[in-house]
């Protein structure tokens, strides 16, 4: 059974935070360093992406930490796996093997949890992140016209990392926390040349990201331009995550469950950030605001960005059993 016959007959549940799992190992700049990374010149610590090389061990507990809480889709371990994010490391030339032994470490896990509970298969998500610049917007607030990237330059690194991804197993591909459209729009491209390179399709699951109350993207949009400017493409979902915890998210989701022909998402963070910079609501208390959701019928996959952990994702599941998917509308089946 693929995922989208599964979709029509159920929530699907997807996992949390990795790096909310990975900061728990409190760990230090040798374990980023692989064999051939033992005299790289520049540090590497925080390069989170790195672990899927030199400490896969970590990251294959995480995701069979949210599987065995009940997720039924992991996301890679990728979000900074482009040569545009990697450059700040001088790792370029690393994109592809993170990409696809990340993709592989999930696909492992995946594959075993899924032996298990052959009624419940898990898939894996190639997670394709907005990269660390912005093709709308100028870093330099006295030259406007001024772009750290070209859409040509973003295709490219989007490419790499969607092939590597697929090579290495994943099931489906994410292209989520979207502040600049014009950056999902390289992406979408990417991933559509790839299908075309390779002769076959998979699912793809687009998530842009409000930073305010404002109910816009950072380059401006709201969630319905949003929705109308990705929708060229045949996407498996739409959605939102990061930003705003579960309540503050609602009336955005209620905008995409609205007007939108394709299957909806939601990942929002375990609320908004303390002024420690941790998150501070419980798996109870987050699984109580998305019920909201589940209760209004607009959603089709849940699950927890900032700040959510496997305790949440197993609330946020035992919630998400007790309802009925998001119908589509006839013109979208």
Known sequence: MNITDILKER???LDGAMGTMIQRHKLEEEDFRTEDLKNHP??????????????????????????????DIAETNTFSGTTIAQADYHLEHLVYELNFQSAKIAREVADEFTAR????????????GPTNRTASLSPDVNDPGYRAVTYDQLVIAYNEQARALIDGGADLLLVETIFDTLNAKAALFAIE???DEIGKRYPIMVSGTITDASGRTLSGQT???????????PLLSVGLNCALGASALRPYLQVLSHNSNFMVSAHP?????????????????MAQQIEEFLKEGLINIIGGCCGTTPPHIKAIA???AKYKPRKLSVSSQ
């Open 11 to 13: 929530i699907l549940v």
């Open 42 to 71: 520049h540090p590497l610590k925080g390069n989170n992406d790195l672990l899927s090389l030199s400490r896969p061990d970590i990251i294959k507990d995480i995701h069979a930490q949210y599987y065995a809480a009940g997720a």
């Open 117 to 128: 509970e052959p009624n419940k298969p898990r898939f894996v998500a190639g997670s394709m």
């Open 193 to 195: 040349e790839v299908f």
């Open 223 to 233: 969630t319905e331009a949003f929705l109308i400017s990705v929708s060229h493409i």
């Open 269 to 285: 963070n375990a609320g908004l950030p303390n002024e420690m910079g941790a998150y501070d609501e419980s798996p109870a208390y």
């Open 318 to 320: 035992e919630v998400a």
